[in-house]
C-alpha cells in the first residue's frame, strides 16, 4: 500500500508561481512512477506530469510551464507551476504506480491522494 498526502495549494493570480508537494509513505521505492493530475469542475482527471528514475513527461498544456521534481530521500513528488493561467484553476491529485515506465492514463495508477485546490484568479 501506498499513501499520499498532497499540500501547497491555494489562491493566486494569473502569472504568479505555486510549488505543490506529494509526500509518499507505505511501500515506495524510486520504480514507482509518480504523478500529477487536475480535475476541473464538469471536466475530466487530466494528465499532468509524471517522473520515474529520472525520466519526466508532461500534458501540453503545461509544458514549458510546469516541472516536476522527486527527493527520494524525503519521498516527496514536487510540482512547480508558473506562469499560470485561469484555466490551471482545478484540483491537483498526487497518483503513484509501481513501475518504470511513465503512463498517462490516469486509470493504470492505483493509489491516489486527497487533491489539493489551486485557484488562479485574479
Known amino acids: 500500500q501506498v499513501q499520499l498526502v498532497e499540500s501547497g495549494g491555494g489562491l493566486v493570480h494569473p502569472g504568479d508561481s505555486l510549488r505543490l508537494s506529494c509526500a509518499a509513505s507505505?511501500?515506495?521505492?524510486?520504480?514507482?512512477?509518480m504523478g500529477w493530475f487536475r480535475q476541473a469542475p464538469g471536466k475530466e482527471r487530466e494528465f499532468v506530469a509524471a517522473?520515474?528514475?529520472?525520466?519526466?513527461v508532461y500534458g501540453d498544456s503545461v509544458k514549458g510551464r510546469f516541472t516536476i521534481s522527486r527527493d527520494n530521500g524525503k519521498n516527496t513528488v514536487y510540482l512547480q507551476m508558473n506562469s499560470l493561467k485561469s484555466e490551471d484553476t482545478a484540483v491537483y491529485y498526487c497518483?503513484?504506480?509501481?513501475?518504470?515506465?511513465?503512463?498517462?492514463?490516469?486509470?493504470?495508477?492505483?493509489?491516489w491522494g486527497q487533491g489539493t485546490q489551486v485557484t488562479v484568479s485574479s
Open positions: 497518483a503513484a504506480r509501481y513501475g518504470s515506465i511513465v503512463v498517462t492514463s490516469k486509470y493504470a495508477y492505483p493509489y
Open positions: 507505505g511501500r515506495t521505492s524510486i520504480t514507482y512512477t
Open positions: 517522473i520515474v528514475a529520472g525520466s519526466t
